[in-house]
Structure formats: C-alpha cells, structure tokens
C-alpha cells in the first residue's frame, strides 16, 4: 500500500516571501506520479503542480516549483512570492501508474498567508 | 479546463432518510468517477471507484449497503447515502479522470457535497 505523509499541519508566511510544504511518501512502484493539490475555503479541490516520477527534472508552475528526491521519496512544493490568495489546505497526492486517477492524499497542510 | 459539476452543494437531511448527491462531468466523457469523503480539518478518503456499466468498486471498510453508487452514464455517477445517521455527515467529493493524459492521471474536482444529518 502506498501512504503519503506530511508532516507539517500548520504553516504561515509573510506576504511576498518564500514558503515551503513538506511531503514524504512510501511505494514500492517504480514508476507513479506525483501532486500537489490546493484547497482554499470554498473546498474546490484545485491541482497546483504534477511530477511523473521517471522525470528527473523538478516540475515547475509559475510561482509553484517541487523538489523532487525520488531515492528519499520526497516530494516538497516551494511557493515564491507568496500571495494572500495562496492561504489553502494544500494536500500531497500519489497516484500509481496503474491506478488511473486513484489518488491517495497526504493529511494537509493548512498555509496561511499573512500580509 | 475540465468541469466536474456536483448537486447538491449542500444538504440537510433528517436521520433515516436518504440522500442522493450527483457527479457530472460536463464537457467529458468519464466511464470512471471517484467519491471521497473528507471530515473536518483531514485529508480526503477514497471511498469507492464508479464504473460506467458496472458495479462500484468500494474501499475495504466502507458499506456499500450505506453507500449506494450508481454510473448511470458516460457523464454521471450518483452517490445515496441511504439511511442517513449524524455520524454520515461529512464533506463527500467526487472526481472523475479526462482520459487526456496517458496514462488517465488528470482529474478533475466536483465542488463537494456537506451534508448534514440532524
């Protein structure tokens, strides 16, 4: 079975600043794919950024970038120049590559963005 | 990008009677639709897969009798919680992959049910 953690329930950053979310995960799959998922409070689940795990490159989205380290199963999102539109439930998601789009989510992480 | 529609957004029922939440995906085709459930302040929880043309397939502890699942058609699933108790109210989500990718690792969001059950 796969799990995600992560272990962070609550962080905060200052408007304009550099913020990062940490995420592990455990699978004995060699090949899956990785996400980051936002949920502000209106509980719409929105995907912030997609890594394929055969991918060696650091996926990036504007403003939203991971690090990536596969041999220790890390997954973190570094968010740039926070903005208060960025305060979210920001949950870690795994997807095996025979799975479809089973996800299994991470517990969250709830951001805060302060101005 | 894709629209998953879900009906209602928010309900409130009484106990012992039931509820049907819809998923439709409105400019795909979705033969699979996912349904989690999310409490208060967690993470969401895979509650079963729905198969268009066939039996929902339901995650190791969850009564399919409670959680009726039906994939009527390419573009809706429906959840009804039968015989509703307090401790069923949550926060229910469903999804549904666009077949874009390969493999179908995109999907997209309804924006959630809340039912409570008083």
């Known amino acids: 079975a796969q799990t995600v953690t992560q272990s962070q329930p609550e962080m905060s950053v200052q408007e304009a600043e550099t913020v990062t979310l940490s995420c592990t995960y455990d699978t004995s799959e060699s090949n899956y794919y990785l996400f980051w998922y936002k949920q502000p409070p209106s509980r719409q689940m929105i995907l912030v950024i997609r890594?394929?795990?055969?991918?060696?490159q650091n996926a990036t989205e504007n403003r939203f970038s991971v690090n990536f380290q596969k041999a220790a199963k890390s997954f973190s999102l570094k968010i740039s120049d926070s903005q208060l539109g960025d305060t979210a439930m920001y949950f870690c998601?795994?997807?095996?590559?025979?799975?479809?789009?089973?996800?299994?989510f991470g517990e969250g992480t709830q951001l805060t963005v302060n101005p | 990008g894709a629209v998953v529609s879900q009906h209602p957004s928010r309900v409130i029922c009484k106990s012992g009677t039931s509820v049907k939440i819809e998923c439709r995906s409105l400019?795909?085709?979705?033969?699979?639709m996912f349904w989690y459930r999310q409490f208060p302040k967690q993470s969401l929880m895979l509650m079963a897969t729905?198969?268009?043309?066939?039996?929902?397939?339901?995650e190791q502890g969850v009564e399919k009798d409670k959680f009726l699942i039906n994939h009527a058609s390419l573009t809706l699933s429906t959840l009804t919680v039968t015989s509703a108790h307090p401790e069923d109210s949550s926060f229910y989500i469903c999804?549904?992959?666009?077949?874009?990718?390969?493999?179908?690792?995109?999907?997209?969001f309804g924006q959630g049910t809340r039912l409570t059950v008083v």
């Open positions: 998601a795994f997807i095996r590559e025979t799975s479809g789009s089973r996800l299994t």
């Open positions: 999804s549904a992959p666009t077949g874009a990718r390969e493999p179908d690792t995109e999907a997209f």
């Open positions: 400019d795909f085709q979705a033969t699979t």
């Open positions: 729905s198969n268009e043309g066939s039996k929902a397939t339901y």
């Open positions: 890594q394929e795990a055969y991918k060696q």
